[in-house]
């Protein structure tokens, strides 16, 4: 990576390329052996190996790192009013250098993601391959080591001129300590590891399957006829002989389900008295009937030490839309963007800026420049093609945007020259304006049309004429957003949801025969662990007012019953107190569905 330097523009000359790594390096040279980095500390090593172990955590560290690769970076500069996206200029693109394309930074973005949620740090390092290309890679910190002779990825050693840089997530105490969500929850991924190695020793066990039977020797059995010494055949034997009779019947129906031994009674015959010594006697514990029921539990506890929100992880079950929907913006607003806020500030500070400094910047105007992060593809966007229309029918808005915000794709679906000229011509028949007015227009767009000599010949008046109304766009498709709530209706929602929480608080209070001293029955929920089947007791016929008030505002009373036991739902769950914004949101989609 040696020459690697900024893309010429069109507008430029192209000039020798600068040398990026040399410029940037942040880590380089014979390093203090007493400040050699080590490959990782036993907590992130312990993190991983849960990665590998435990599906459900693979599966939330996943989903970070997706989500995040679906943000946009780009360069920003603060003028004194708030960062402004750099259009052009160095840093432009070094971004654009910045692990060769879009598609290089999405899957830099899942990598930082992942391993930002397991060990918390992994470093951004870039190699100038043979060809003269930039090889980029995210490397976790187990894997980097600080030698006198380098940084090595293993027991290779990178070139001289390569580029490392390492990125983390600050611990709170110490700030050079790198730290994760992962790490407060080790115990609880322990517990999910354990719980389900005993539930796989339980499957494969035998001893803890059969257990031991316990036979008197004067029983007498019915096996297998078998010939003696002297050529007769027997077929009755000793606990010894049925023991034997009974592991073939066992070991061929494990080994064959078909077998019809499987289904066939063995026989044992004995006095009264002896029928009554046979007893079983099993090794398996109160542990075994409950070890399904505590690994869930654990994975809702895991669910809740995330940085995501624990619908993700614990299932949304029989949410529905409106509730779904909160999710995707809770994790984006809650989880997603302070995230990639501190990887972009993170990428602003190891890379781009001491690029801008190594180009002759001076470091105080460097310090100006930072990474943006666009996360609109993240979001439900709502829809905003009746807007697009009326801008672009008054002149403000282009062709391409108003395509993208109509669905249509921006580039291909723009008419030709000749399409657009075809059209012009047909939109002209019905227009108002002067013969001189439309043929200097049809003229700036290459159409050769004598308006005048064509209506003089017809006989026709060239005067202006009244144009037609514009077609009204009250019909178009409009689907509202969230904020579109009116104060009555939100008003009345708190007052259900209000309503629904008290009544939730005393039934929470008989079950578990428990009151907290100073705490009201609508506040009671948030110091109580509420399961799935809990929120279903504390919530059963708390929205019977619905019916009532919902056609005095507007929207389906199903609707409404959803969307609030949703909210409630969330609250009761996640122990959080009754949020104005939150709710808003919620009762917001019904605005939107209502509209739509």
Same mark, same amino acid.
């Given at each position: 990576m040696a020459r690697v330097g900024r893309r010429p523009r069109a507008t430029e000359a192209t000039a020798p390329t600068q040398a990026l790594v040399a410029s940037a390096k942040r880590m380089k040279g014979a390093p203090d052996p007493a400040k050699m980095a080590r490959g990782g500390d036993g907590w992130q090593d312990a993190a991983w190996h849960f990665y590998d172990t435990v599906g459900e955590y693979a599966y939330a560290c996943?989903?970070?790192?997706?989500?995040?690769?679906?943000?946009?970076?780009?360069?920003?500069?603060?003028?004194?009013?708030? %960062?402004?996206?750099?259009?052009?200029?160095?840093?432009?693109?070094? $971004?654009? =250098? +910045? +692990?060769?394309?879009?598609?290089?930074?999405?899957?830099?973005?899942? !990598?930082?993601?992942?391993?930002?949620?397991?060990?918390?740090?992994?470093?951004?390092?870039?190699?100038?391959?043979?060809?003269?290309?930039?090889?980029?890679?995210?490397?976790?910190?187990?894997? $980097?080591? !600080?030698?006198?002779?380098?940084w090595k990825i293993g027991s290779k050693t990178l070139p001289e001129d390569a580029l490392v840089i390492r990125i983390w997530r600050p611990h709170p105490v110490n700030d050079k300590q790198a730290t994760s969500p992962s790490r407060a929850a080790l115990p609880i991924l322990s517990e999910i590891e354990r719980l389900t190695m005993h539930v796989a020793a339980q499957v494969d066990s035998r001893l803890a399957s059969a257990g031991i039977l316990f036979l008197p020797k004067e029983m007498a059995f019915s096996v297998s006829s078998e010939q003696a010494a002297d050529g007769t055949n027997t077929s009755s034997g000793s606990?010894?002989?049925?023991?034997?009779?009974?592991?073939?019947?066992?070991?061929?129906?494990?080994?064959?389900?078909?077998?019809?031994?499987?289904?066939? %009674?063995? #026989? #044992? /015959?004995?006095?009264?008295? +002896?029928?009554?010594?046979?007893?079983?006697?099993? +090794?398996?514990?109160?542990?075994?009937? !409950?070890?399904?029921?505590?690994?869930?539990?654990?994975?809702?506890?895991?669910? =809740?030490?995330?940085? $995501?929100? %624990?619908?993700?992880?614990?299932? !949304?079950?029989? /949410?529905?839309?409106?509730?779904?929907?909160?999710?995707?913006?809770?994790?984006?607003?809650?989880h997603t963007e302070p995230l990639l806020n501190q990887i972009a500030n993170d990428i602003a500070i190891g890379y781009l800026r001491p690029l801008l400094e190594a180009d002759g910047m001076d470091p105080a105007e460097a310090a100006t420049y930072g990474v943006g992060v666009d996360t609109s593809e993240m979001r439900l966007r709502p829809n905003r093609s009746q807007e697009a229309l009326e801008l672009w029918d008054r002149g403000v808005l282009s062709d391409e945007t108003l395509l993208t915000e109509t669905g249509f794709h921006a580039v291909d679906d723009l008419p030709t020259d000749v399409q657009r000229a075809f059209w012009l011509t047909m939109k002209v028949a019905t227009g108002s304006n002067t013969p001189e007015q439309v043929q200097a227009a049809l003229e700036a767009l290459g159409v050769a049309l004598n308006v005048r000599e064509a209506t003089s010949e017809a006989g026709q008046d060239d005067s202006p004429r009244q144009a037609p109304d514009t077609p009204s766009l009250e019909d178009h498709p409009r689907t509202g957003t969230p904020e579109d709530v009116s104060a009555a209706l939100l008003a009345g929602a708190e007052v259900l949801v209000f309503r629904a929480l008290e009544r939730a608080g005393n039934r929470l209070r008989n079950k578990f025969q428990s009151k907290v001293p100073g705490v009201s029955a609508a506040d009671t929920y948030m110091y109580v662990t509420t399961t799935t089947s809990t929120a279903d007791f504390a919530l059963e016929d708390a929205w019977t007012a619905v019916d009532r008030f919902a056609p005095q505002w507007g929207v389906d009373p199903e609707h409404l019953r959803q969307c609030l036991d949703s909210y409630t739902r969330v609250l009761l769950m996640e122990r959080k107190p009754h949020d104005p914004a939150l709710l808003r949101s919620y009762v917001g989609l019904l605005t939107a569905k209502a509209a739509a």
């Open positions: 996943n989903w970070v790192g997706n989500l995040l690769s679906r943000a946009k970076l780009y360069a920003t500069v603060d003028t004194g009013d708030g %960062p402004k996206k750099v259009e052009n200029g160095p840093a432009d693109d070094y $971004m654009d =250098l +910045f +692990f060769g394309n879009e598609q290089g930074r999405a899957q830099c973005l899942r !990598q930082i993601g992942v391993h930002y949620t397991v060990p918390g740090e992994c470093y951004i390092v870039g190699v100038q391959n043979d060809d003269g290309y930039d090889d980029w890679r995210i490397v976790a910190s187990a894997k $980097m080591k !600080q030698t006198a002779e380098g606990a010894s002989k049925f023991v034997k009779e009974l592991q073939e019947v066992m070991g061929a129906a494990i080994a064959n389900r078909d077998d019809a031994r499987a289904l066939v %009674p063995i #026989v #044992v /015959t004995a006095d009264g008295e +002896f029928l009554d010594k046979a007893h079983h006697l099993t +090794f398996w514990s109160e542990l075994d009937n !409950q070890a399904i029921e505590l690994r869930t539990e654990a994975i809702r506890r895991l669910a =809740l030490s995330m940085d $995501m929100p %624990p619908e993700v992880l614990t299932g !949304q079950g029989e /949410t529905n839309h409106w509730a779904a929907w909160q999710i995707d913006e809770s994790a984006i607003k809650s």
